[in-house]
């Protein structure tokens, strides 16, 4: 079965980094697109981050574009997500999401989510 | 970039049918997809490709997708459908991204 678990969330101050990491099981994770998707306290699921199957194409949401990364390393079955210069508007469960294929289309498994709060 | 738009809220009593839109500019020409979400869950994929369901999604749960809208229905409500539902595309124009609606919350009376 599909398992996808987030770690790595926590408190960090603005102006801060932290590095999600999401630990992929079940199926054959380097032949799939993965995405990182958010979710801020009491609002709706706001995509982050997209990875290539084979780390070759690497697409972001505007609002996270030059401070976020996403990477993969397939030998270890696990998706990153470093991120940089924080926000308080950062604030929110980061998911991380398998897509149905390669490239990104549709996610069809999800972890459970890793809070990140960004506050003084 | 590519807006999606779903109400905020829909309600609608226990056996009867619930339809949730997803409005978007020529969203007919797009694939979309349906996420059902409870509180504290992580979002569960219900439609996807405007009308397919995973295996394990009952059949009460149906889509279309034409025009400038595309429709989420559930068939004979039950409680237990009470959740958020979000619409989703991906944008393959120049700014390459994943677009999900606002949300919307079904409440079952």
């Known amino acids: 079965q599909v398992q996808l678990v987030e770690s790595g969330g926590g408190v960090v101050q603005p102006g801060g980094s932290l590095r999600l990491s999401c630990a992929a099981s079940?199926?054959?994770?380097?032949?799939?697109?993965m995405h990182w998707v958010r979710q801020a306290p009491g609002k709706g699921l706001e995509w982050v981050a997209f990875?290539?199957?084979?780390?070759?194409?690497?697409y972001y949401a505007d609002s996270v574009k030059g401070r976020f990364t996403i990477s993969r390393d397939n030998s270890k079955n696990t998706l990153y997500l470093q991120m940089n210069s924080l926000r308080a508007e950062d604030t929110a469960v980061y998911y991380c999401?398998?897509?149905?294929?390669?490239?990104?289309?549709?996610?069809?498994?999800w972890g459970q989510g890793t809070l990140v709060t960004v506050s003084s | 970039s590519y807006v999606l738009t779903q109400p905020p809220s829909v309600s609608v009593a226990p056996g009867q049918t619930a339809r949730i839109t997803c409005g978007g500019n020529?969203?007919?020409?797009?694939?979309v997809h349906w996420y059902q979400q409870k509180p504290g869950q992580a979002p569960v994929l219900v439609v996807y490709?405007?009308?397919d369901r995973p295996s394990g999604i009952p059949e009460r749960f149906s889509g279309s997708n034409s025009g400038n809208t595309a429709t989420l229905t559930i068939s004979r409500v039950e409680a237990g459908d009470e959740a958020d539902y979000y619409c989703?595309?991906?944008?393959?124009?120049?700014?390459?991204?994943?677009?999900f609606g606002g949300g919307t919350k079904l409440t079952v009376l």
């Open positions: 999401a398998k897509d149905i294929t390669g490239t990104p289309y549709y996610f069809d498994y």
């Open positions: 079940g199926f054959t994770f380097s032949s799939y697109g």
């Open positions: 990875i290539r199957y084979d780390g070759s194409n690497k």
């Open positions: 020529n969203i007919g020409s797009k694939s």
């Open positions: 490709d405007d009308s």
């Open positions: 989703q595309v991906w944008d393959s124009s120049s700014d390459r991204r994943g677009v």
